[in-house]
Nanobody, 133 residues
Framework: QAQLVESGGGLVQAGGSLTLSCAAS????????MGWFRQAPGKERDFVAG????????????YYADSVKGRFTISRDNAKNTVYLQMNSLKPEDTAVYYC??????????????????????WGQGTQVTVSS
């Protein structure tokens, strides 16, 4: 059973940057696809970004929500069991609690495999990101 712990959230001015980290427990991290989701007050949880597991390779596929494409970058370091979300050019509408999630995925998959939060097996506790205008 995997445990996920997010960190790196905080308060930043519009236009600024933050990097979120998600540390995972377990010995088969590279077999898990990882996703970042966010939930703003009074809104539904939304997909932000996803990355394939990689397995024995360092080749990954990545997917992004249209609202963050070009501003956010998801990456992972399987040697450290950690996935990252680099967030640049932050906007007030990026304010939300950000969650990382993991799911076993035996193949690279398709975009639909990553955007469905209900398909993930494990979730972190979330980290607050607040962007002031």
């Amino acid at each position: 059973q995997a445990q996920l712990v997010e960190s790196g959230g905080g308060l930043v001015q519009a236009g600024g940057s933050l990097t979120l980290s998600c540390a995972a427990s377990g010995r088969t991290f590279s077999s898990y696809a990882m996703g970042w989701f966010r939930q703003a007050p009074g809104k539904e949880r939304d997909f932000v970004a996803g990355i394939s597991g990689g397995g024995a390779t360092t080749y990954y596929t990545t997917y992004y929500a249209d609202s963050v494409k070009g501003r956010f970058t998801i990456s992972r370091d399987n040697a450290k069991n950690t996935v990252y979300l680099q967030m640049n050019s932050l906007k007030p509408e990026d304010t939300a609690v950000y969650y990382c999630a993991a799911k076993y995925l035996a193949r690279f998959g398709y975009r639909s495999d990553y955007i469905d939060g209900g398909s993930y097996d494990y979730w972190g506790q979330g980290t607050q990101v607040t962007v002031s205008s």
